[in-house]
């Protein structure tokens, strides 16, 4: 076809049956997981069966999930969009990409429990290693909001869409790291902590002890008796907040005149007492924070009609007005870190906040729950897997979704065959593609240099050392400390 542009008369013509992908740099992340050994056995002990001769393979059908999931889609039907896809299938030892019906229809007749332990199992496989460092628990519940007529989409509470139908995603979240330990999902009117023990307390209780978290939080929906007593029977230090009720402001009219209030940063004092509330057993140690607010006050009043307006009050200084916190932990700690620990908290917020809105935490919705579980974790295991991919390229940071994707993922790839040798040239669009090329290429020689003294090594001890090249900033350069069993085999 002849075409007239602004730049000249072009010519163009359709080959569709070129090899060539959108996601060229995504090779280097499939050499990621080849190497760690953590996409080939996911494939493997995936309890999906079929009967009929002419059913899709187990690999096309979990590789097609791996490859949407991976390029940012949120729905069956964007499947669609990777299917001319003639380079990486074959990559992932697929016949082909399977169809959005076949896919959205592949977990239909599974079996839950059989899911889930499976799903258990390769995300624990991946952070695994990381249990055996002091480490910090954050407990958080999202709301995924529905539209049709989906098993458990109840009414409860949703903040962005109020009175439509949710799912409550229970999530448990490695801190700093950002690795999602693990997420259920309820009925939407099961958004409440009381709903995410069960499952959490099962979770912990499968681990060593040695693996336990040395701190667990979570934010005033787990300041309540039945969770503390619960961290407690299990002696497991916490770190909640507590809800403004009438008790707890009484407790902030008190602190007015102390003048023990110590610094705790950013803005903020503190002081400690102690409080035990009505429905509380005993009582415990509290931080009453505050900070003090800048600027005129708005409040909120009701106009004639009806309608709420706002309204700006005037203060004239030296007035001072505080905003205040009060936080319950059982750990004798100072302010100043009690205040930054429970800071440190918003970064569940932000791991939420992308999976939801980066990832497909909003999207993959099915008419029964067996199979929106399945895809949340699903999601949650790519994500980690990208995630610790990313920090090989990106150490310094988190790089999210948004921007480690056109990064490390999007180029243009076509494959070619020539001298017995299959060959990918890659061309990155990006404009620090110069620094991409350097990135990805010390990730392939790392790589190379761990399987080169893989013989040596068991798979549980090559993917704890890469593990440590992953997190060297954390860890300041050293290894892992290995499990119990894998320190002392004999038991002695």
């Given amino acids: 076809m002849a075409i007239d542009t602004p730049g000249g008369r072009i010519h163009a013509r359709w080959d569709s049956q070129a090899p060539v992908t959108p996601l060229g740099q995504a090779i280097f992340f499939i050499e990621f997981l080849k190497t760690a050994n953590l996409y ?61 019906d076949s896919l ?50 109840v009414v409860g509470y949703n903040p962005h869409k109020p009175g439509r139908p949710s ?13 999602v330990l693990d997420v259920e999902v309820q009925s939407g009117d099961r958004s409440h902590s009381k709903h995410t023990m069960e499952g959490l307390w099962a979770y912990l209780e499968s681990l060593p002890r040695e693996a336990w978290p040395t701190l667990m939080r979570g934010d005033c929906d787990w300041g309540t ?75 909120a009043c009701e106009a004639p009609p009806g309608q709420m307006v706002f309204a700006f009050v005037e203060t004239v200084d030296p007035v001072k007005r505080y905003e205040y916190a009060v936080l319950v932990t059982p750990q004798p700690l100072a302010i100043a870190t009690v205040a930054q620990l429970y800071r440190d908290r918003a970064d569940a917020e932000n791991v939420l906040d992308e999976l939801k809105n980066q990832w497909g935490w909003c999207g993959y919705t099915t008419h ?30 988190h790089a999210e979704a948004i921007t480690s ?59 704890r050392r890469l593990l440590s090249r992953i997190f060297a900033p954390l860890l300041d350069g050293r290894l892992l400390r290995p499990p119990p069993l894998l320190e002392n085999p004999t038991g002695l």
Wanted: glycine share 6%; hydrophobic share 40%.
């Fill in 40 to 100: 080939e056995p996911w494939v493997e002990d995936c309890p999906l069966s079929y009967e009929s001769n002419h059913a899709p393979s187990k690999k096309d059908v979990l590789g097609t999930l791996f490859l949407s999931i991976l390029a940012g889609h949120h729905r069956y039907a964007h499947v669609t969009a990777i299917r001319a896809d003639q380079v990486l299938p074959g990559l992932l030892s697929m016949s082909k990409v399977v169809s959005e």
């Fill in 104 to 153: 959205r229809r592949a977990f239909c007749d599974a079996d839950p429990p059989l899911c889930a332990a499976w799903m258990h199992k390769h995300l624990k496989a991946g952070y695994e290693p990381l249990l055996y460092e002091p480490w910090v628990l954050d407990v958080d519940t999202t709301v995924k909001t529905l539209f049709g007529h989906q098993s458990g989409a």
């Fill in 167 to 179: 799912h409550a995603y229970h999530t448990y979240i490695m801190a700093r790291t950002r690795l």
């Fill in 225 to 299: 008796e039945r969770q503390m007593s619960a961290a407690e029977a299990h002696d497991l230090p916490y770190l909640f907040k507590i809800r403004q009720t009438s008790n707890v402001r009484r407790l902030i009219e008190r602190t007015f005149d102390r003048r023990d209030w110590a610094d705790a940063g950013q803005g903020w004092e503190g002081a400690q007492d102690t409080l035990r509330l009505s429905g509380w057993t005993r009582s415990r140690p509290v931080a009453v924070l505050r900070r003090e607010l800048q600027g005129d006050l708005t409040l």
């Fill in 368 to 397: 029964d729950l067996t199979r929106c579980q399945v895809t949340a974790r699903a999601v949650a295991l790519i994500y980690n897997w990208w995630s610790l991919f990313a920090r090989l390229a990106v150490p310094d940071r």
């Fill in 405 to 463: 994707r056109p990064l490390l993922l999007h180029a243009i790839g076509r494959q070619t065959h020539h001298g017995g040798q299959t060959i990918v040239a890659l061309t990155s669009l990006h404009g620090k593609g110069e620094a991409v090329r350097r990135a990805l290429t010390s990730i392939n020689a790392c790589l190379r240099d761990l399987r080169a003294n893989a013989e040596q090594w068991t798979a549980p001890e090559l993917w």
